[in-house]
């Protein structure tokens, strides 16, 4: 059973940073892409950053570029959300995901957790 748990979730203030993580099982961790999307309340689903770990190229959006970074542990079949200079903006519910293609082609999702930045 294909398996990714998020973790790392919660309240940070505005300006503060997070680091989410996405734990997968089930599957060959090494030849899946693992992205990060997000849903904030009233708003469709959006595709954040994808990180493909056969080759480790990175793919990133425009509205985190700079602010958000995504890393992966071959070890821990672990990857990781950094996310820097939140913004009240930025609060939603944060969903990890593998696939063979970012960000359509995502075939397993996480339950998703909840990030809130306040002011």
């Known amino acids: 059973e294909v398996q990714l748990v998020e973790s790392g979730g919660g309240m940070v203030q505005a300006g503060g940073s997070r680091r989410l993580s996405c734990v997968v099982s089930?599957?060959?961790?090494?030849?899946?892409?693992i992205a990060w999307f997000r849903q904030a309340p009233g708003k469709e689903r959006e595709g954040l950053l994808c990180?493909?770990?056969?080759?480790?190229?990175?793919y990133d959006a425009d509205a985190v570029k700079g602010r958000f970074t995504i890393s992966s542990d071959r070890v821990k079949n672990t990857v990781y959300l950094q996310m820097n200079n939140l913004k009240p903006e930025d609060t939603a519910v944060y969903y990890c995901a593998a696939g063979g293609g970012f960000p359509y082609g995502m075939e397993y999702w996480g339950k998703g957790i909840l990030v809130t930045v306040s002011t």
């Open positions: 990180i493909d770990n056969s080759d480790g190229r990175t």
């Open positions: 089930g599957l060959r961790f090494h030849e899946y892409a």
